[in-house]
């Protein structure tokens, strides 16, 4: 069974940056598309970052593309979300997903860790 486990969350200024890292405590999800949702207080979950399999391609929604990065380690069996120029409206429980389907939209996903959260303060 895959086992999600986010890190990295925490408070952080307005314009600063921060890195996520999920990495997975059960079977490998190396064959496995990645990605990162978020759900902010009173609204919902919503797709944030994902990646293909083999990290070539990369899909980002609207709202961070240009300031989030999505990648992955292989070796580490780790995907990692690169936050930068952080804004108060990205205030949200973030959530490691596995096996997500692009087809979908927005994407879905199989597997859920049990979230982060990430306060940036102004």
């Known amino acids: 069974q895959a086992q999600l486990v986010e890190s990295g969350g925490g408070l952080v200024q307005a314009g600063g940056s921060q890195r996520l890292s999920c990495a997975n405590s059960g079977r490998t999800f190396s064959s496995y598309a990645m990605g990162w949702f978020r759900q902010a207080p009173g609204k919902e979950r919503e797709f944030v970052a994902g990646?293909?399999?083999?990290?070539?391609?990369?899909y980002y929604a609207d709202s961070v593309k240009g300031r989030f990065t999505i990648s992955r380690d292989t070796a580490k069996n780790t995907v990692y979300l690169q936050m930068n120029n952080l804004k108060p409206e990205d205030t949200a429980v973030y959530y490691c997903a596995a096996r997500l389907y692009f087809s979908s939209s927005p994407p879905r996903a199989d597997f859920w860790g049990q979230g982060t959260q990430v306060t940036v303060s102004s």
């Open positions: 990646i293909s399999w083999d990290g070539g391609s990369t």
